[in-house]
């Protein structure tokens, strides 16, 4: 069965796409920028420095062209650009997981991930049942609580 975005995730790309419409004048390209608001938003977060920190990495992952807002994210290369060892990342994730920040598809989810990454990656992936895949992370939750923290 092919990955299909949720609703909320289809309502986000285009409050986002709202947001970019309003707020930039280069339309080409769009990064998030980390507006007064949003960096407000993560500096007042109920969660670890750390979690801060790989938050701010992942926004800056996210390349809005508003098809989805997915981070394929693997370990090592987390850990190549943020000098954070994969225990901590992972004890971060799950701190941003639960506390409504991200929405992350652990590799674990093996089937699940491979759909999605065929929807990003628009090509078939090899599906093994006894590795796992590398954690994909979506931002919607993010984008929830940026855009409701605007109002």
């Given amino acids: 069965m092919p990955h299909n975005l949720s609703q909320s995730h289809k309502k986000m790309c285009k409050k986002a796409e709202q ?20 960096f407000r938003l993560i500096l007042k977060a109920d ?12 926004l800056s992952k996210v ?8 981070i394929y994210l693997p370990y090592d290369l987390l850990e190549k650009e943020t ?5 901590t990342a992972i004890n971060s994730l ?5 506390k409504g920040f991200i929405k992350l598809h652990k590799g674990t989810n093996r089937k699940h991930n491979n759909e999605i990454k065929e929807y990003l990656f628009k090509q ?20 929830a609580k940026f855009l409701k923290a605007e109002k």
């Fill in 47 to 58: 969660i670890t420095p750390t979690s801060k920190i790989l938050l701010v990495y992942l």
């Fill in 83 to 87: 000098n954070i060892i994969k225990a």
């Fill in 124 to 143: 078939p992936q090899f599906y093994n049942p006894h590795r796992n895949q590398q954690n994909i992370v979506e931002m919607t939750p993010f984008f």
């Fill in 63 to 70: 390349h809005f062209q508003f098809e989805h807002l997915y």
């Fill in 94 to 98: 799950k701190d941003l997981d639960k």
């Fill in 19 to 38: 947001y970019k419409a309003n707020n930039i004048d280069n339309k080409e390209e769009f990064y998030l920028l980390l507006t007064e608001s949003a």
